[in-house]
Structure formats: C-alpha cells, structure tokens
C-alpha cells in the first residue's frame, strides 16, 4: 500500500501542508531541525493509529492557537483507493470520515492505513524498561490480528478491577471478598492465558526476521530473542499462590503484564553489554523484522516511517541500511547528510511550516524550486 | 456569572448524567423561558417519581408506593404482583431499564431480579453491595428451577454471573442455570456485523437439523 497524497490542516507547525510521496521506494524529507519534518511522519501515524508515535496527547497535535486541526491522507491498497480524513481537536473526539463516509467507531478506522515506524526514541526498546518492549508486541499483534485488541483491553480491565478489589482488601481478605477475588482470577486468567500465547507465537515468528534484519543493517553478532513469563504452569494457579503476597503489596505479581523480552546479541544481554551502535542497529532490526513479518502475513506493505535514522547510525550502518531498505513506500526524515549510496525518489523540502512538493507530473514547487529529484 | 438562582440550576442539569455544561446551560434557558405552569409540571413529575416511586421489595425493580397496600414491609412492582408471570423462571439483570428492555420483547413471562449494579472493585462494588443475598433467598423460598443471567456481556457483567453460577451451586435446590446467548442482530444484514459478534456467533451456533 502507499500514500497518494497527504494534507494536513492546523496541524502541530503547519496552517495547510501537503506532500506527494513517490509510490515507490525512499521519499525523503529534507529540512533544518525544527522546521515539521517528523510532525508529517506523525500526521501520517495519526491517519494510521490515531495516536501520535511520540506519545503526545492528541490535543498537542492541534496548531497553536486553532481549536481544530486536520489529516487527510490518500490511500491505495491493493489497487483500492482510501480516502482517510481523522479530525484532532483541542477537547473532545475528532470525527473520522473513511472515503467521505462517516465511521463511528475508532477500530472501523484504525488498519485501513498500516504503518511501521521507526524513531530515535525506539533505542528505548532495548535500553529502557520492560514496558516498551511489551507495548512493542502488543501492538504488533493487534496489528496482525485486529480482534486481539479486544483481548489486550479485557486484560487491562480485568487487571484493574483485582489491583482495586487487593488495595480495598488492606491486607486482609474479609468473608464474601473471597468469591469476588476468585472470579477476577478466573477473568486475569482467560485474557492473561490469551494474549500470552499471542505474544509468545508472535517472538516464534519474530525470530528470524529480526535475525536477517540484524545481519543486513551489517551485524555480525547472533541475535536472539527470549520471552520470559513472570509465572509458571497455569495463570489461574500462579494468581491463587501469589494471591497472600498479592493481598499484601496491593498489586497482581503474575501475568503478561510482568513479562519481560529478552534479547541477547551474542549470548550477551543487549540492554546491558552491548554498544550503543549495536543497540541502535538492534532497535531498528526490531522495527524492521516487524514490519518483514506483517507484510508477510498481511499480504500488503506497510508504509514505513523512519525519522531521523540516519543521525543515529555510523556510516557503515547508514550505508547498510541503504542498500537493504524494504520494498515498498518509504517516507524518511533526515536533518543532515544521507548515504551517497540512497536511491531517493521524491524529494520534499521542509522548512518552518511549509512543504516544497509537487504532484507527479506537475514538476515545479511553489517556490519555483524542483519538487521531485530523480535518484538515479 | 448569572443570577445565583439561574447558576445553581445551571449546576444541578449538569450533575446529571449525559448533561455537559453547554446542555446544562441550554435546558436552564429553555425553562427559565417557558410558561411557568411548564416548570411546574417538571418540578412536579420530579417530586411525584422521588416520592411515589420506591423499589419492590421482592425484585428491586421500580414499584409504585401504594400506602393502602404497605404493611410496613414494602411493596412490590407490577411484575411480582402480577399472578400470571411464572415464579419459577427467574432474569437476572443488573440494572431496572434491563427489565423495561426485555419486558419490551414481550417474550419472557417469568419474574425478574435486579441486582443494582455489577461486580466493579473499581467503583467499589463488591458482592455485599448488589442484591446477591437476596437473590439466594428468593430461590428457595420461591420455587425457582430456573435462573437466565441476563448481565451485561462486558468484563463487569461476566463476572458478576461467573460469581452467581458459583453461589448457585452452594444452594441445597437442583436449578437449571441459562446465560443469554450473543449473536446476530435481527432483521440485519451479516455484512453490517462486527467480527466480534459474527465469532461468538458462530461460537454458539445451533444444530437445525
């Protein structure tokens, strides 16, 4: 799939801004720092998830000053054509309308647009804590399989009501306590025994794409990947023996929600041993074996967002990753210099809340300047 | 801002549930406008329903209060008054406009009982806090032989009928135990439906033949 056309409206640094990606292969969005170039990877993350990928309130994405803004994205799948038009306000709900048609339910619009993205905050997912790298797979899984977002909420929920049933209990389980705390167990239980299974086959099918993603960014070491549930056998069993220690700190010790996922580059920890250029290399091999595997499985390529990329890598990764991007739409964020060796597309300028792009065919910017470079 | 008058009425319409402050503002203007016999007909319908309205005593849904009728032990409502429902099939629900809903159907002729709410440690509902015991109650001392959980089909509501299936079973009477089925909507089309309910559809599907 890839994006026609996109616009924005009001949105974050821009009054009105559109851009022309090429269909094919690397658009890249060139621009001094500051000037909106990740706001128009953001819009188009916006169009695909409603969220923003820097985990900004949707209120922030509004223009300052605006009550309202607006992303509209041209979208062809498999031949189809989309049009996805999602409303951010200042309060409330945005309306989403899905080819002129209005969509009621967030989850009818979220997936018309895929997308894989890749930012510089991702090296978090190997350094930082387990939460991003449980989010990381939760998101890949609802990605690969819409109905498992059910399954994620009911855990959630589920979660929620026990801690709150644990904390109430002050340590002591009164008489009558006891039923209502077994059947949240059972409901922990059904959604924790689900979404684990889910995360564990979805590591089975990560592991080589990772693997090969790892080896063409131009790592030598061994990647591997390790799922590690915080309990054994049953979950059901696991909450009845935590249940005392449980009652004690207030919270549930065992379920998917206490996971962890390893990685080891060479049977060494990465979050621990390995160098900053390998945790980065690691990073984007996590992203781009997700976004191999969901091409694989979905039968269409998700758009893929890489911003800033190149900052974070040395040239001989920079010089990799070039020669090994995907096939599909690419649409690449870059301040500085990009590798000799990157075949560029299209080309759109940036700069403080204006885009220089041009449709195809038409081939002059606004400015006058050239809208579309030829790579080759 | 306003008169205080006009801001405390203001403040009450927004207490309610549904009413934004914007609303709030629009029904204040709207009766602060109307013929003062309109306001008093509202105030009045407020006054009558927290008055005469009360719950039954035997299924918690709305009764009527009825001084002649009272013995000092309650009332009961239409339904649990009426002879011709059923007393051995009883509907389990979790809240009164659940009863209007299925009453609405026409279909179900046995009596209800309302439990006030639904297991949610969150907002501080446990089993004490719904009409647990008295739904237990009722079943011996009632006849019944058969319970339909009606709750609602969110984590809250599956619940709450997982824990009645269980105290079900500490009762000294054999009893059949029924959960309503999900499905398709009548009079749809199978297109229109979410993938969620098509599964559970198809999950509870029946043998015809």
């Known amino acids: 799939m890839y994006?026609?056309?996109?616009?924005?409206?009001?949105?974050?640094?821009?009054?009105?801004?559109?851009?022309?990606?090429?269909?094919?292969?690397?658009?890249?969005?060139?621009?001094?720092?500051?000037?909106?170039?990740?706001?128009?990877?953001?819009?188009?993350?916006?169009?695909?998830?409603?969220?923003?990928?820097?985990?900004?309130?949707?209120?922030?994405?509004?223009?300052?000053?605006?009550?309202?803004?607006?992303?509209?994205?041209?979208?062809?799948?498999?031949?189809?054509?989309?049009?996805?038009?999602?409303?951010?306000?200042?309060?409330?709900?945005?309306?989403?309308?899905?080819?002129?048609?209005?969509?009621?339910?967030?989850?009818?619009?979220?997936?018309?647009?895929?997308?894989?993205?890749?930012?510089?905050?991702?090296?978090?997912?190997?350094?930082?804590?387990?939460?991003?790298?449980?989010?990381?797979?939760?998101?890949?899984?609802?990605?690969?399989?819409?109905?498992?977002?059910?399954?994620?909420?009911?855990?959630?929920?589920?979660?929620?009501?026990?801690?709150?049933?644990?904390?109430?209990?002050?340590?002591?389980?009164?008489?009558?306590?006891?039923?209502?705390?077994?059947?949240?167990?059972?409901?922990?239980?059904?959604?924790?025994e689900a979404l684990v299974t889910a995360r564990e086959q979805l590591v089975m099918a990560l592991v080589p794409e990772v693997e090969a993603a790892?080896?063409?960014?131009?790592?030598?070491?061994?990647?591997?990947?390790?799922?590690?549930?915080?309990?054994?056998?049953?979950?059901?069993?696991?909450?009845?023996?935590?249940?005392?220690?449980?009652?004690?700190?207030?919270?549930?010790?065992?379920?998917?929600?206490?996971?962890?996922?390893?990685?080891?580059?060479?049977?060494?920890?990465?979050?621990?041993?390995?160098?900053?250029?390998?945790?980065?290399?690691?990073?984007?091999?996590?992203?781009?074996?997700?976004?191999?595997?969901?091409?694989?499985?979905?039968?269409?390529?998700?758009?893929?967002?890489?911003?800033?990329?190149?900052?974070?890598?040395?040239?001989?990764?920079?010089?990799?990753?070039?020669?090994?991007?995907?096939?599909?739409?690419?649409?690449?964020?870059?301040?500085?210099?990009?590798?000799?060796?990157?075949?560029?597309?299209?080309?759109?300028?940036?700069?403080?809340?204006?885009?220089?792009?041009?449709?195809?065919?038409?081939?002059?910017?606004?400015?006058?300047s050239e809208g579309v470079r030829d790579g080759s | 801002m306003y008169a205080t008058p006009v801001q405390e009425l203001i403040d009450e319409l927004g207490r309610l549930p549904g009413i934004g402050p914007k609303s709030a503002q629009r029904i204040a203007f709207h009766i602060l406008k109307s013929p003062a016999e309109d306001a008093a007909r509202l105030a009045n319908a407020v006054n009558a329903a927290k008055t005469r309205v009360t719950w039954c005593r035997r299924c918690f849904n709305f009764a009527e209060t009825d001084p002649s009728a009272d013995d000092g032990t309650g009332v009961e409502c239409d339904i649990c008054s009426n002879p011709r429902r059923d007393p051995s099939v009883l509907c389990v629900v979790e809240e009164p406009r659940h009863v209007v809903a299925i009453e609405k159907s026409g279909w179900f002729k046995g009596r209800y009982h309302v439990l006030m709410g639904a297991l949610s440690p969150i907002d501080g509902i446990f089993a004490e806090q719904l009409r647990i015991k008295e739904l237990l109650a009722r079943i011996e001392a009632e006849g019944v032989s058969e319970v339909i959980l009606c709750t609602d089909p969110d984590q809250e509501g599956s619940a709450t009928a997982m824990y009645l299936v269980r105290e079900f079973k500490h009762l000294p009477v054999k009893l059949k135990v029924t959960k309503v089925a999900v499905g398709l909507p009548v009079g749809s089309e199978l297109e229109f439906a979410d993938e969620l309910t098509l599964t559970m559809a198809l999950e509870d599907r029946r043998e015809v033949s």
């Open chain 1, 3 to 192: 994006i026609e056309h996109l616009a924005v409206w009001d949105y974050r640094n821009f009054g009105r801004a559109e851009l022309w990606p090429a269909q094919e292969g690397v658009t890249l969005l060139a621009g001094p720092n500051g000037s909106g170039k990740t706001n128009l990877l953001e819009a188009v993350g916006y169009a695909a998830s409603l969220r923003s990928f820097r985990a900004s309130p949707t209120a922030s994405l509004v223009r300052a000053g605006c009550q309202q803004g607006l992303v509209s994205a041209a979208v062809r799948r498999d031949g189809r054509a989309l049009q996805l038009e999602a409303e951010v306000l200042v309060s409330g709900r945005g309306r989403l309308r899905l080819n002129r048609q209005a969509v009621r339910r967030p989850e009818d619009f979220v997936g018309a647009l895929l997308v894989t993205v890749f930012s510089p905050d991702d090296i978090e997912l190997v350094k930082g804590g387990p939460q991003a790298r449980r989010d990381y797979l939760d998101a890949m899984i609802v990605a690969l399989s819409p109905k498992l977002a059910l399954v994620a909420a009911n855990l959630e929920r589920a979660l929620r009501q026990r801690n709150a049933l644990l904390r109430s209990a002050g340590g002591v389980l009164r008489p009558g306590m006891e039923g209502v705390l077994d059947v949240w167990d059972d409901k922990v239980a059904e959604a924790g």
């Open chain 1, 214 to 368: 790892y080896r063409e960014l131009g790592g030598r070491e061994k990647v591997e990947l390790h799922y590690e549930r915080s309990w054994d056998g049953a979950l059901l069993d696991a909450l009845r023996t935590s249940r005392a220690l449980d009652l004690r700190r207030g919270v549930t010790g065992a379920g998917p929600q206490r996971d962890e996922l390893h990685f080891c580059l060479d049977g060494l920890v990465a979050r621990m041993q390995a160098s900053q250029g390998q945790q980065r290399s690691l990073a984007l091999a996590l992203r781009l074996g997700g976004h191999a595997l969901v091409t694989r499985r979905q039968g269409t390529v998700p758009v893929l967002l890489l911003d800033d990329v190149f900052s974070e890598l040395d040239g001989r990764r920079s010089a990799a990753l070039a020669a090994c991007l995907p096939p599909g739409q690419v649409l690449l964020t870059a301040a500085g210099a990009v590798p000799a060796d990157l075949s560029v597309a299209a080309a759109a300028e940036v700069s403080a809340g204006s885009v220089f792009s041009s449709p195809p065919g038409g081939a002059h910017g606004p400015d006058g």
